[in-house]
Antibody
Framework: QVQLQESGPGLVKPSETLSLTCTVS??????????WSWIRQPPGKGLEWIGY???????NYNPSLKSRVTISVDTSKNQFSLKLSSVTAADTAVYYC????????????WGRGTLVTVSS | DIQMTQSPSTLSASVGDRVTITCRAS??????LAWYQQKPGKAPKLLIY???SLESGVPSRFSGSGSGTEFTLTISSLQPDDFATYYC?????????FGPGTKVDIK
């Protein structure tokens, strides 16, 4: 079955750029049915949608993060990636990649999540 | 931006209880509402989409209702595996927002 797996550094220094990759296995990121998303959850807090990308490369981002976020897709590697610039301690969170549907607007498959801590 | 609220924030219940969680949107979202269950250290799991459609494999004791700005998630008979945090999530105009969550714990 389709699985998602996040990877990337667990520790990032303040003001630097957080970079994560999500590898899709058992399925294709080029499927036209899905929107590939990033969602985060600060420790002990709720969920925040970061943004999504379609296999064609079209993106949409949370307005509150838009100035710092870039999501890209590499169909040859069956991966999509997140870059979040100028990070602060407030960006410390578990970052999830997820498979989304615009209709009906939900996320039906999630990675296990990866904790990224912002600290010097 | 559409804001989501949930009530209660915490709910204490016993096995076998009927449990209802309410989610409200700051403006109409038609039926574009999903519910998730999250257990500690785990990713959220989709339970309900489009307000009332049960995701494949989810037990039928879970049900959702509502439209517009007010929605409910009901667990008809709470089971030991159901103690968790529940989140609602809206979709509107290519943007998504989650509610703050409702923790269901053991009474």
């Amino acid at each position: 079955q389709v699985q998602l797996q996040e990877s990337g550094p667990g520790l990032v220094k303040p003001s630097e750029t957080l970079s994560l990759t999500c590898t899709v296995s058992g399925g294709s990121v080029s499927s036209g049915s899905y929107y590939w998303s990033w969602i985060r959850q600060p420790p002990g807090k709720g969920l925040e949608w970061i943004g999504y990308i379609y296999y064609s490369g079209s993106t949409n981002y949370n307005p509150s993060l838009k100035s710092r976020v870039t999501i890209s897709v590499d169909t040859s590697k069956n991966q999509f990636s997140l870059k979040l610039s100028s990070v602060t301690a407030a960006d410390t969170a578990v970052y999830y990649c997820a498979r989304g549907h615009l209709a009906p607007g939900c996320f039906d498959l999630w990675g296990r999540g990866t904790l990224v801590t912002v600290s010097s | 931006d559409i804001q989501m609220t949930q009530s209660p924030s915490t709910l204490s219940a016993s096995v076998g209880d009927r449990v209802t969680i309410t989610c409200r949107a700051s403006q109409s979202i038609s039926s574009w509402l999903a519910w998730y269950q999250q257990k500690p250290g785990k990713a959220p799991k989709l339970l309900i989409y489009k307000a009332s459609s049960l995701e494949s494999g989810v037990p039928s004791r879970f049900s959702g209702s509502g439209s517009g700005t007010e929605f409910t998630l009901t667990i008809s008979s709470l089971q030991p595996d159901d103690f968790a945090t529940y989140y609602c999530q809206q979709y509107n105009s290519y943007s998504f927002t989650f509610g703050p969550g409702t923790k269901v714990d053991i009474k």
